[in-house]
Antibody
Framework: EVQLVESGGGLVQPGRSLKLSCAASGFTFSNYGMHWIRQAPTKGLEWVASISPSGGSTYYRDSVKGRFTISRDNAKSTLYLQMDSLRSEDTATYYC???????WGQGTLVTVSS | DVVLTQTPPTLSATIGQSVSISCRSSQSLLDSDGDTYLNWLLQRPGQSPQLLIYSVSNLESGVPNRFSGSGSETDFTLKISGVEAEDLGVYYCMQATHAPLTFGGGTKLELK
């Protein structure tokens, strides 16, 4: 059974950093690209970043370029999102998802506030 | 970026009623490989999104066949043939033909 479990969310002040993790199981993680998607409170879904199976290619939405870094450790079957210089508008539940969006994690809430 | 416009934003239905949701794209979603990467997702209250339909009309494994998708190029429709209580929530279309991935604004399905 495919499982994606996010962790690392919490309350953080503007300008600070946070690193999210997504532990994957039930499939050969190293064969698949992965996505981070976020959802601000009471709002819709927004793609954040994607990474290729090897980690050699990464893609970001414009508003997080230069602040967020997506990475992966295929030996640990874990996806990461390093978030620096956080802003209030980054407040959201962050989901990891597999290609095709057939599988999503339960999400981890990031709140950026002073 | 591709803009996906969903209508209606809110839909009220009775159990057993058939309903449709529209998703219109600002650009054709037909990819150069011949596929059209338009998916439909359902997010039930308090839950993560769930894939219902992929590539316009393909039913995801385990999804009831009362859900169906149709359309082409820029106009797409999700139909529910006989709403059940478990179908309540917010429906999103999303496209993966053009970078960046984008989502529609959502359609909330409520009980009348």
């Amino acid at each position: 059974e495919v499982q994606l479990v996010e962790s690392g969310g919490g309350l953080v002040q503007p300008g600070r950093s946070l690193k999210l993790s997504c532990a994957a199981s039930g499939f050969t993680f190293s064969n698949y690209g992965m996505h981070w998607i976020r959802q601000a409170p009471t709002k819709g879904l927004e793609w954040v970043a994607s990474i290729s199976p090897s980690g050699g290619s990464t893609y970001y939405r414009d508003s997080v370029k230069g602040r967020f870094t997506i990475s992966r450790d295929n030996a640990k079957s874990t996806l990461y999102l390093q978030m620096d210089s956080l802003r209030s508008e980054d407040t959201a539940t962050y989901y990891c998802a597999t290609p095709g969006f057939a599988y999503w994690g339960q999400g981890t809430l990031v709140t950026v506030s002073s | 970026d591709v803009v996906l416009t969903q209508t209606p934003p809110t839909l009220s239905a009775t159990i057993g009623q058939s309903v449709s949701i529209s998703c219109r794209s600002s650009q054709s979603l037909l990819d150069s490989d011949g596929d059209t990467y338009l998916n439909w997702l359902l997010q039930r209250p308090g839950q993560s999104p769930q894939l219902l339909i992929y590539s316009v009309s393909n039913l995801e494994s385990g999804v009831p066949n009362r859900f169906s998708g149709s359309g082409s190029e820029t106009d797409f429709t999700l139909k529910i043939s006989g709403v059940e209580a478990e179908d309540l929530g917010v429906y999103y279309c999303m496209q993966a033909t053009h970078a960046p991935l984008t989502f529609g604004g959502g359609t909330k399905l409520e009980l009348k």
